[in-house]
């Protein structure tokens, strides 16, 4: 097996092939001697090491053909699939975000794989809604591959200390931040304004809603008075001084020093974080400190966010069968689980998370309830262009805590956000 590590998307140009696809060298249609996996992210030795056993289980039936695994960093993923589709060197199977294949599939870059699926034995034990996730227009082009949620992160011999759980609802997050910083004279709660997941959290929980699709037509969601309330309540927490100024404009990331060094008592962020905040940590007893919960809600647990990643054909692989087989590989119980495992993530198979491994561990046991209760952004290609190009929630967000009208804001976030999900995809 060959690890080439892609260091940036210009790189993928300079090794571009005429015609694209790793899979035939000599360019013709015969036989596959090898395929070309695309991977997001850097390469680890513990996902090496995954990869070279995937490869064994695919080799036991495809004894002849290499799997060559090229790591893509998530920055320069856009430029390499961009230039793939125009010809350049390109993958057989292609992993994406799971809330871009809409957007890839759009443009033409994504197999659609919806019989293989329908044959496929273990897609029964995928999330139905996250299998679903996988789709554009009625057709499948993705499997889930793994999923991440996010938690509550919070300092637990603080609340210890103050004879307090973690928090599961919003009149709790008030009273435990409140206790925290009278306590230790450090801002109880994070809520910075540019965290799109964050926020729809609390949407959610209130029995709000981002946009809804009515036919061929998407409805933005902002004006519903259980939106404006949740949101105008995230908002306060900004402008009643549970969340500091410095986070105003700025994402979750930011808070990671701070709660890693004794500065912070809560925060919302995902599993991935723990290894930042104990780079970051000055002392690292402070870590071993920090716990996860489920994320608190109006009333009870709220619904996060259900990242992660999913597995894809790409569209100009020569040998579309044998990609999709290897999809399978990596992509069944055995093959999800493994990655999901060393990238610090969740498998896609929910049965799965009722093992001791999950239950028994703190921060996974946290996740996996949390995995239990999950949505899922707006299954279009424009979603991108309205929140990660347009920031409509959180510009939304940014401009009440700087004192605008909330029903006036949200209103007009709401317009435009209905007008881009409606724009026709190119």
């Known amino acids: 097996m060959r690890f080439p590590k892609i260091a940036a998307a210009t790189t993928v140009v300079l090794l571009a092939a005429a015609c694209g696809g790793g899979s035939d060298p000599a360019g013709g249609g015969g036989e596959a001697d090898s395929l070309t996996v695309w991977v997001m992210g850097t390469s680890q030795e513990p996902l090496v090491e995954y990869f070279e056993d995937a490869e064994a289980r695919f080799q036991e039936g495809n004894p002849d053909v290499e799997v060559n695994v090229e790591f893509i960093p998530w920055p320069d993923a856009q430029e390499s699939i961009t230039n793939a589709l125009a010809g350049g060197d390109a993958p057989d199977v292609l992993e994406v975000g799971n809330d871009q294949v809409a957007s890839w599939a759009s443009q033409g870059a994504l197999l659609d794989i ?9 897609a029964a034990g995928i999330d139905e809604n996250a299998l679903e996730y996988g789709t554009y227009e009625g057709v499948q082009y993705g499997v889930p591959w793994f999923s991440g949620v996010r938690t509550l992160y919070y300092r637990a011999d ?31 709660f994070a809520a910075p304004t540019d965290f799109t997941n964050g926020i729809a959290s609390f949407i959610w929980s209130n029995g709000g ?41 700025q994402n979750e990331l930011i808070a990671l020093a701070d709660i890693a ?46 990242g992660g990643s999913a597995l894809t054909v790409f569209s100009t692989t020569e040998h579309p069968d044998l990609a999709f087989e290897l999809l399978t590989v990596l992509g069944d119980e055995e093959g999800g689980k ?13 049965a799965l998370l009722d093992s001791p491994e999950y239950q028994e561990d703190p921060d996974r046991a946290a996740a996996a309830e949390q995995m239990q209760n999950t949505r899922f952004f707006p299954t279009t290609p424009r979603w991108t262009a309205a929140d990660q190009d347009s920031k ?15 029903e006036e804001v949200l209103e007009a976030a709401n317009e435009e956000l209905t007008a881009i999900l409606n724009e026709p995809v190119e």
């Open 114 to 122: 919806t019989e293989q699926v329908g044959n496929w034995d273990a």
């Open 158 to 188: 603080w609340l210890e200390e103050l004879g307090h759980e973690p928090p599961q609802t919003w009149d709790e997050l008030l009273e435990v931040s409140e206790a925290i910083e009278d306590e230790y004279d450090v801002p109880g």
């Open 209 to 249: 809603d981002i946009a809804v699709q009515n036919g061929d037509t998407w409805e933005g969601r902002l004006t519903d008075p259980a939106t404006v309330e949740a949101v105008e309540f995230y908002a306060s927490l900004t402008t009643d001084g549970v969340s500091p100024q410095d986070y105003v404009g």
């Open 261 to 306: 060094n004794s500065e912070l008592g809560m925060y919302i962020d995902g599993g991935w974080a723990r290894g930042s905040m104990e780079e970051q940590a000055e002392d690292p007893a402070v870590v071993e400190n920090i716990a996860a919960a489920p994320i608190p809600g109006a009333d009870g647990i709220a619904p996060a966010f259900a």
């Open 338 to 350: 493994g990655y999901a495992d060393v990238a610090g993530f969740f498998p896609a198979y929910p």
């Open 392 to 406: 409509i929630l959180p510009g939304a967000v940014l401009d009440i805590v700087r004192g605008g009208d909330p």
